[in-house]
């Protein structure tokens, strides 16, 4: 592929992600008519060598082929930075989002079996009754800050609750999350770059310092907790080890929490934002939930993007790739690409087919936690329509500034 961009759309800068949407999306829309992947210098960190830069994906079709063709398009040099960073880092703050077969497998086997649909079962009661605790709060304030009231409070409290974490530690995962995905935004970490790197340090520690402490107890006193059936897990003669259960954590913190979070803000926001789809979820809510679930997915994209770097050469869709070369794969334009959804810039619950990659494309890493995001979004707006069908947005969201969660810091609504 040839290593061009066009004039005036730099990915790589900050400046970009702190533009308004409209434009982003507008500057993507460009990306998307080009005629193969533009090209980006990588971003400058004092901590780690400049790298050879990389290919933006944003067309559906790109973005589904490299996610389908793990071998080609590998995963363990760096999912999650754009940057090559020491293995240890990539490591300590991916986990399995940052391994390639056949150790990917090993901790996915483990962990599914925990993740099975008998012990997600077991809290889809408690996913419901820590829904109507949020509500009850929530009627009583009569309004404040969305975030903090209702979409953070329900993800946190079901992945700490799900683990065995205490009620005494949630503002510790809460806090140290939002650091870790902070990306440059000012109100989580500071404006020197050095500062930064010390801070996701001692974030990412704190949290699997948590953890392992609780696993070390598990081992000698399991109870029903995830973190009892991780430790004790053995699947053909294979567990996990406490630096790779701090890792799964501070993945499944971050994954699991954040990203439903800012599923949970921007799907309030849209239902504001487009009275007409909100009369029609309330007209018949079992009906419309599925859809309205999936096109917040969708329209949102709360992970922006994620790396592939080709393990030889090869090809792509018909242009040649060559070993070494990463690539950035764009959900968030992938979910906007006109050659497959019809008028992608509309909100639309009915939308159908809609195959999104917002819980990433096909292959091994498609989301592991899927199925209990869409619970929660689900049995929130369930329960918010149930008893506060009135709840709105008032005013427009706080962004967090990133480039890779599209992230809702604040957002002020009324009952």
């Given amino acids: 592929m040839e290593k061009t961009r066009p004039d005036g759309i730099d990915l790589t800068e900050w400046d970009f992600w702190a533009r308004p949407l409209d434009e982003r999306h507008a500057a993507f829309r ?51 930075n754009i940057n090559d960073m020491p293995a ?54 009569g309004g404040g800050d969305f975030v903090t009231d209702v979409a953070a409070r329900l993800p946190l409290k079901i992945i700490c609750d799900l683990m065995g974490i205490d009620e005494a530690h949630y503002k510790t995962v809460f806090d140290n999350s939002n650091i870790i ?50 430790v004790n897990a053995n699947i053909d003669g294979e567990s996990l080890t406490d630096q790779e259960l701090g890792s799964f954590f501070i993945l499944l913190v ?22 007409g789809q909100r009369e029609l979820l309330a007209s018949d809510f079992e009906r419309y939930i599925p859809g309205t679930v999936e096109e917040i997915v969708r329209y949102a994209s709360p992970v922006i993007w994620m790396r592939r770097t080709a393990t030889r050469d090869t090809e792509l869709n018909g242009r040649d790739v060559k070993a070494g070369d990463k690539l950035i794969l764009y959900y ?24 999104h990659v917002g819980f990433g494309g096909p292959g091994p890493h498609f989301c592991l936690g899927a199925h209990l995001a869409r619970r929660e979004i689900s049995v929130m707006f369930r329960e918010l329509f149930r008893r506060a069908p009135g709840i709105r947005a008032t005013g427009e969201p706080d962004r967090l500034l990133s480039n890779f969660i599209n992230g809702i810091k604040h957002l002020p609504y009324t009952v």
């Fill in 30 to 80: 460009t990306l998307r008519g080009l005629p193969e992947p533009a090209f980006f210098r990588e971003p400058e960190l004092s901590f780690v060598p400049m790298g050879p830069g990389y290919y933006a994906l944003v067309t559906h079709a790109d973005v589904v082929e490299a996610s389908r063709r793990p071998a080609d398009f590998c995963s363990g040099r760096g999912a999650i």
């Fill in 88 to 141: 240890d880092l990539n490591e300590y703050f991916g986990s399995m989002i940052n391994m390639d077969d056949p150790r990917h497998a090993k901790i996915r086997r483990i962990v599914s079996r925990a993740f099975s649909p008998r012990m997600i079962q077991r809290f889809e009661d408690q996913v419901q009754a820590v829904a109507e605790q949020v509500v009850e709060e929530v009627l009583a304030k």
């Fill in 181 to 230: 995905l902070a990306g440059a935004d000012p109100e989580f970490v500071s404006d020197d770059a050095d500062q930064v790197a010390l801070q996701l340090l001692q974030a990412g520690q704190t949290l699997k310092d948590l953890v392992e402490e609780l696993g070390r107890r598990r081992r000698e006193e399991p109870t029903g907790d995830l973190t009892s059936a991780l």
């Fill in 254 to 275: 971050v994954a699991g929490n954040e990203t439903t979070r800012n599923a949970i803000a921007h799907g309030l926001h849209l239902l504001t934002e487009n009275p």
């Fill in 332 to 355: 968030w334009s992938a979910n906007r690409d006109e050659a497959v959804f019809t008028d992608p810039e509309v909100f639309d619950i009915t939308r159908d087919p809609n195959p």
